[in-house]
């Protein structure tokens, strides 16, 4: 995973009690471990392919696309996986999180929001040469389960319930609540198989004849926008497994930097790059609705919520992860027959891999802003303590329900009875005013500003904050009068 997941440099150091050995040697023997792409390999990526895409918002298509694509496969062909450009696929995804990923069969990903985060061709094939490197040295194969999405979303919802949930019957619950769009994909690899994917993204970049520096300066990127993310979330906000598991990040640039060579020089290809990806959507895309702050709101389906004071809202293809520290929750929907009672039964049911109806609490009916609602109540023993689970449903008319399935330590799940309660329609003229934010590249003229830029952006919070991490730059930066920066606008 091309999150900033790692912190050990490679050394002949003992870090964190494990012994690390000489970047030479690892290159040696992660590269001898490399192999063609079998037609084993190509069969398993083809099969995960599809669902890979469903998950991260649809493949995106177009000039900005097909740039990305060509920087990948030129990246790719540096590993020996395949022979010929036509031997990988990469992918640019229709996601607001910073992920990238790559899977046997030569398939390689990357969302559009990591993109947008990058400031030169350099750094895109340095992250994309990272995850290739992940598959070239056969990471996937040395763990218990292959890095598929099955085998990924089993992964991480197994640990997310054993932590939370313990061995209770609501342990499906762990994997699909918790399981957001943006740690979709982090099935942890190690400290030592991190720095591997680093060198051999470093060595990628070397033979393409890129600047291998870029490798540090996307790390530190990604690090100081995590920074800013879990800022603007507030104190409520948790810090994301990988950062918690994985201190100290800014030792891995500093250790990429140092692999790389700090006199080290090639492409970048700034200017290319920043055309190339001019005018991406930023952010959420309206047709999967968009975050706010707290407020969600889609255009198509019609509807608005607000999550509680202190939580942080995480919106995916398919649902949208509520997250706090007093309890965390799912938006989502489900097949519907017109009864809302059968409706709920078969939320429950789905999380605690029970039939449908059996061990559903008793319903309550209510009405949120005209909208016809049923809820119910669970209580659940687990490992850590005892929660509540509840499911709220509406039934928003023409064959078409959704609902909140909430946990909270037992007795606090009040703590979303105003987010259920806030659940309204939205009228015409409120959905046309949603609009996209987008990537815009400018030209610095004389007189501007950091400031004077930064007041340009689409976010009334932090909007030089937002724009120094975008760009790469540091709080004291003076911009010069032809440079070309990264906007966010409407």
């Known amino acids: ?44 990526g083809a099969k995960a392919h599809p669902d890979l895409l469903a998950e991260f918002g649809g493949k995106l298509t177009g000039p900005q696309a097909a740039y990305v694509e060509s920087v990948g496969k030129t990246i790719a062909l540096q590993s020996g996986l395949g022979n010929a450009r036509e031997d990988f696929t990469v992918s640019l995804l229709n996601s607001s999180v910073n992920n990238a990923f790559a899977i046997p069969g030569g398939y390689v990903y990357v969302t559009r929001q990591l993109t947008a985060l990058m400031n030169n061709e350099a750094e895109l094939a340095g992250v994309l040469g990272h995850e290739v490197g992940h598959v070239a040295a056969r990471h996937s194969a040395k763990r218990q389960q292959a890095a598929t999405r099955n085998s990924i979303l089993g992964a991480l919802g197994s640990v997310l319930a054993g932590a939370v949930l313990g ?30 994917a680093d060198d051999l993204g470093i060595t990628y970049l070397r033979r393409a ?79 999967q609705g968009l975050v706010e702050g707290r407020r969600f709101t889609h255009p198509d389906l019609r509807l608005s919520f607000e999550a509680p004071d202190g939580f942080y809202l995480v919106n995916g293809a398919k649902s949208v992860s509520i997250s706090g ?25 789905s999380l605690t891999n029970s039939n449908a109806g059996s061990g559903t609490p008793q319903l309550e009916s209510t009405t949120v802003n005209g909208i016809p609602a049923r809820y119910g109540l669970a209580r659940a023993q687990t490992n850590s303590g ?74 009334r919070d932090a909007p030089v904050d937002r724009f120094l991490v975008l760009n790469g730059l540091q709080s004291d930066a003076r911009l010069t009068p032809g440079q070309k920066v990264k906007l966010v606008t409407y």
């Open 167 to 196: 061995d209770s019957g609501f342990g499906r619950l762990g994997q699909q609540v918790f399981s957001q769009g943006s740690q979709l994909l982090t099935l942890k690899f190690s400290r030592t198989q991190e720095l591997e």
């Open 325 to 349: 520290q007093s309890g965390k929750a799912e938006f989502a929907s489900a097949a519907f027959d017109g009864n809302l009672d059968r409706y709920v039964a078969g939320v429950f049911a």
């Open 386 to 459: 005892t929660v509540d689970v509840v499911v709220f449903a509406y039934d928003f008319g023409g064959g078409k329900a959704y609902h909140f399935a909430a946990i909270a330590q037992a007795g606090n799940a009040g703590v979303f009875n105003g987010m259920f309660r806030s659940m309204r329609r939205i009228t015409t003229a409120e959905a046309g005013a949603v609009k996209p934010r987008r990537l815009t590249v400018v030209t610095v003229k004389a007189g501007d500003t950091v400031q004077s830029l930064a007041s340009r952006m689409a976010y």
């Open 209 to 287: 004849g890129y600047d291998p520096r870029a490798m540090a300066t996307v790390l530190e990127s990604l690090a100081r926008q995590n920074a800013l993310d879990s800022q603007l979330r507030g104190s409520g906000a948790e810090v994301p497994q990988w950062a918690s598991t994985h201190p100290d990040p800014a030792s891995r640039v500093r250790t990429a930097l140092t692999r790389a060579g700090a006199g080290a020089t090639g492409l970048t290809n700034r200017d290319k790059f920043l055309a190339g990806i001019n005018g991406l959507t930023y952010d959420d895309d309206p047709r």
């Open 1 to 44: 995973m091309f999150a900033l997941k790692s912190a050990v440099a490679v050394s002949c150091a003992v870090v964190a009690g494990v012994a690390t050995v000489g970047v030479e040697p690892v290159r040696a023997a992660v590269e001898s471990a490399a192999r063609a792409i079998s037609p084993a390999d190509k069969a398993q």
